[in-house]
């Protein structure tokens, strides 16, 4: 699915009506199961769009705290390699390996990078503006047809593996976003009992 993306100039008023549609699609919101994400994945356009809308994110200060790494085709795979070398150095290397599989069956992956600034917002707003663009990337792959699903898993944490994405030692790893196509549609999971997590005070 692809479609010619509304991009607003700065200052244009911007919608305020509700959608039906919208909200339908968020009430079912669900991420895919990695391993089960096939080709087709995005193409180079319409990732740009997913990232357009993902760059979208509340930001405190609009520092724009994150940025993107793409890893797609050879890339990818080389990525899967060096991954699968720096497994070797995990507690657990079979575990490790195996988790492998979330990374290796989609066929494109987004790393989102929580980059923040030196500024006067705390750092941890920053970092919840990273997340922020996660959630955002599921809901546009999702609005797009794609699956998607947002993993760290053990390399998102391993120092080396930032070396090799070129990370800077104030970055770090918000997720990987994995994209594709789902092979199965996912179920329904538990859901909180939202009352038990919800005060409401009207006194
Ligand atoms: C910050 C973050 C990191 C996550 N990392 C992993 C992970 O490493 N492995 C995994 O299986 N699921 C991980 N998940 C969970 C899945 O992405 C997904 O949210 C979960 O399976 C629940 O499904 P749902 O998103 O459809 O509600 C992570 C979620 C978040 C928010």
Same mark, same amino acid.
């Given at each position: 699915m692809s479609a010619k993306l509304p991009i607003p100039e700065l200052g244009a008023p911007l919608p305020t009506v509700g959608s039906a549609e919208m909200l339908d699609r968020l009430a079912t919101r669900r991420s895919a199961s990695a391993p089960l994400l096939a080709a087709p994945g995005p193409d180079a356009a319409q990732l740009q769009d997913l990232l357009l809308i993902a760059a979208r994110a509340p930001d405190h200060g609009k520092l724009f705290p994150w940025r993107f790494i793409v890893l797609r085709d050879a890339a990818k795979a080389a990525f899967a390699d060096t991954l699968r070398q720096r497994a070797? *150095?995990? &507690?657990d290397p079979d575990r490790a390996r195996t988790a492998l599989r979330k990374l290796e069956a989609p066929p494109v992956a987004v790393v989102v990078v929580s980059s923040p600034k030196a *500024? *006067?917002? &705390?750092a941890w707003e920053q970092e919840l503006s990273a997340g922020a663009v996660c959630t955002l990337l599921l809901l546009a792959a999702q609005a797009m047809g794609f699956g998607a699903n947002w993993i760290t898993d053990w390399y998102s944490y391993d120092r080396t593996v930032a070396d090799d994405l070129g990370l800077a030692a104030t970055e770090r790893v918000a997720g990987f976003v994995y994209l594709g196509t789902s092979t199965e549609a996912p179920l329904e999971r538990v859901r909180p009992d939202l009352a038990a997590l919800t005060t409401v005070r009207e006194a």
């Open positions: 070797e *150095a995990q &507690p *500024a *006067a917002i &705390p």
